[in-house]
């Protein structure tokens, strides 16, 4: 119903910077909060930073001033620009979305997720 499509992970040295995407496709009557998960090795996945339809974004207070999450409704698009980077954001990041979309009887809304993307930051 709904696919998440993530871009952007890769390597980078600390102080260094990435910016991760992930595009919304499917069938789907309006998408509500976008965001960013990650899950680092023997770790619980947490929340990174999240955007609401109408632009109103939440941060974990470990990336606040260093990450921003904007968003292109039109092309049901979000974007983290991570900033200033250190060995402790590395993980697995997973682009998450809150959508209501069709079924047989009544319209539902579920939380989908993508395939992650892996994040590297060296020392």
């Known amino acids: 119903q709904v696919q998440l499509a993530e871009s952007g992970g890769g390597l980078v040295q600390a102080g260094g910077s990435l910016r991760l995407s992930c595009a919304a496709s499917?069938?789907?009557?309006?998408?509500?909060?976008m965001g960013w998960y990650r899950q680092a090795p023997g770790k619980q996945r947490e929340m990174v930073a999240s955007?609401?339809?109408?632009?109103?974004?939440t941060f974990a207070d470990s990336v606040k001033g260093r990450f921003t999450l904007s968003r292109d409704n039109a092309k049901n698009t979000v974007f983290l620009q991570m900033n200033s980077l250190k060995p402790e954001d590395t993980a697995v990041y997973y682009c998450?979305?809150?959508?209501?979309?069709?079924?047989?009887?009544?319209?539902?809304?579920?939380?989908?997720w993508g395939q992650g993307t892996q994040v590297t930051v060296s020392s």
């Open positions: 998450n979305a809150v959508a209501t979309v069709p079924t047989m009887v009544l319209p539902v809304t579920n939380n989908y």
């Open positions: 499917g069938s789907f009557f309006s998408l509500h909060e």
């Open positions: 955007i609401t339809s109408g632009g109103a974004t």
